[in-house]
């Protein structure tokens, strides 16, 4: 993506993982407002065992949709898919300790940052 200037809208901490895997899974990222990574799938391309090839997005088949999308392996072999993408940014990691009585004091502050 990055030869096109483009990123993923989310990603999990560990960036060493297969674009499959980390659809699959739901993985979540971070962030209040970026929505978890499964929400970024726009349609795919499934091999089933029951009724073999299938398009399925939200316009063709939404319920079906919705379980494949988090399916974790479970409904067949995803061949291909089409995610969002936004454009390529920089992000900033921080990282810092809290005691429990710290995050609790400064939840909502924390969570607006």
Not at 16 to 30: K, M, N, R, S, Y
Not at 88 to 93: P, S, V, Y
Not at 95 to 105: A, G, I, N, P
Request: with cysteine.
């Amino acid at each position: 993506l990055a030869e096109y200037n483009l990123t993923l809208q989310n990603f999990a901490s560990i960036s060493e993982q297969q674009i499959g895997g980390f659809l699959q899974v739901g993985a979540h990222g971070t962030g209040l407002k970026i929505p978890p990574v499964d929400e970024q799938i726009v349609s795919l391309k499934i091999v089933t065992p029951q009724f073999g090839p299938m398009e399925i997005s939200e316009e063709t088949n939404p319920e079906l949709f919705k379980l494949v999308k988090v399916g974790l392996g479970s409904f067949g072999v995803i061949t291909e898919m089409t995610i969002k993408c936004v454009e390529r940014h920089l992000l900033t990691e921080r990282t810092f300790v809290l005691s429990h009585d710290e995050v609790r004091q400064h939840h909502q502050s924390l969570l607006h940052e």
